[in-house]
């Protein structure tokens, strides 16, 4: 079986979902996050897994069910915290984000005997997941990230150093407001859906 990784951030105002402000304050685009990151944890726990790992940038919180362990986040650009992620893997790893609240158990049971790599786009032209038979941090250093060919640039690296890949359905990440109203279409019964509606029902957005 898989470990399966997230990456986050503590969802404290200011630091995260900042491109939801305007329309969102602060605060309110954090209550999001805290939402997205909920239900991306929730799919995580519900998918069969050898471990599930949070990698934390920041404490954890409330929102955090139980049977995760959690590592901090290392320094560096997002290339090499993505890579340090992968090196504290020992067997078959997938990794996410928490920016695609609308992720289910069906998406992340992959299986990793098939295939060297599994990849994830994003619709923004990032990538949602990235999955390795062999974690190896060397294809994730030197990546640009945050860029909108970030994910082809990764899958180019996968390709190069001969890996079978096999791609998952592409995802829209929560970076706007646009798109958060998009990804809680798509899953109406979360927390983020919730969270969402609660917040435009308050104040009329």
């Known amino acids: 079986m898989t470990t399966l990784l997230v990456i986050a951030k503590e969802p404290l105002p200011g630091r995260v979902k900042t491109r939801l402000t305007p329309p969102f304050t602060p605060a309110e685009a954090a209550a999001l996050a805290e939402a997205a990151l909920a239900d991306t944890l929730s799919a995580v726990a519900a998918t ?28 560096g650009g997002l290339d090499e915290r993505l890579a340090a992620a992968f090196a504290c893997c020992d067997g078959p790893a997938l990794l996410i984000g928490m920016d695609t609240p609308q992720v289910t158990p069906a998406l992340l049971s992959v299986d990793l005997t098939q295939c060297d790599a599994v990849f994830g786009p994003a619709e923004d032209g990032g990538f949602w997941a990235l999955g390795l038979a062999e974690p190896d941090p060397r294809l994730l250093r030197g990546v640009p990230m945050s860029t909108p060919t970030t994910g082809a640039a ?3 690296r996968l390709i190069e150093a001969g890996l079978r890949v096999r791609d998952l359905p592409p995802l829209r990440d929560v970076d706007t407001a646009a798109d958060a109203e998009a990804v809680a279409a798509l899953a109406p019964r979360g927390r983020f859906a919730a969270r969402l509606a609660g917040l435009t029902a308050v104040t009329g957005r």
Request: proline share 19%.
């Open 154 to 156: 990764q899958r180019e």
């Open 48 to 75: 069969p897994a050898t471990r599930r790992v949070l990698v934390l940038q920041g404490t954890p919180g409330p929102w955090l069910p139980p049977g995760f362990d959690v590592v901090p986040q290392c320094g």
